[in-house]
């Protein structure tokens, strides 16, 4: 479950004075998650998943349907932004190539 480490995540930033960012992908709420693991599970996972929302300082929506669906939830009490994943395919394929003997950047 992708929401469990946000909470050692906070407590850390939390004892080193840190801002608690994070990138989130979606919104699955409690329909889905009893679907997806059965009543008495599911209600836990969307206990965790509820609570995590609640986790950082700021949170990175990947599309606006996700950012809506948080500030469902959230309100406004964690500003979100949307930052879309996306791969310049026009950029990548322009970049020219490095010699065999040159180092490449990764990010």
Same mark, same amino acid.
């Given at each position: ?8 995540? &906070? ?5 080193? &004075? ?6 989130? %992908?979606? $919104? ?7 679907? %997806? ?19 950082? !300082?700021?949170?990175?929506? $990947? ?9 469902? %939830? ?7 932004? $949307?930052?879309?994943?996306?791969? !310049? ?19």
């Amino acid at each position: 479950m992708p929401h469990l480490p946000l909470f050692t995540l &906070r407590l850390l930033t939390k004892l080193r &004075r840190r801002p608690l960012v994070v990138n989130w %992908y979606g $919104v699955w709420g409690s329909e889905h998650w009893v679907n %997806y693991l059965g009543r008495l599970a599911g209600t836990v996972a969307w206990w965790v998943e509820r609570r995590a929302m609640h986790l950082p !300082d700021q949170i990175l929506a $990947v599309s606006t349907g996700t950012a809506d669906r948080l500030r469902a %939830y959230v309100g406004d009490s964690v500003p979100s932004s $949307v930052v879309q994943d996306a791969i !310049d395919l026009d950029r990548i394929g322009s970049a020219s190539s490095a010699a065999p003997d040159e180092a490449a950047e990764l990010l």
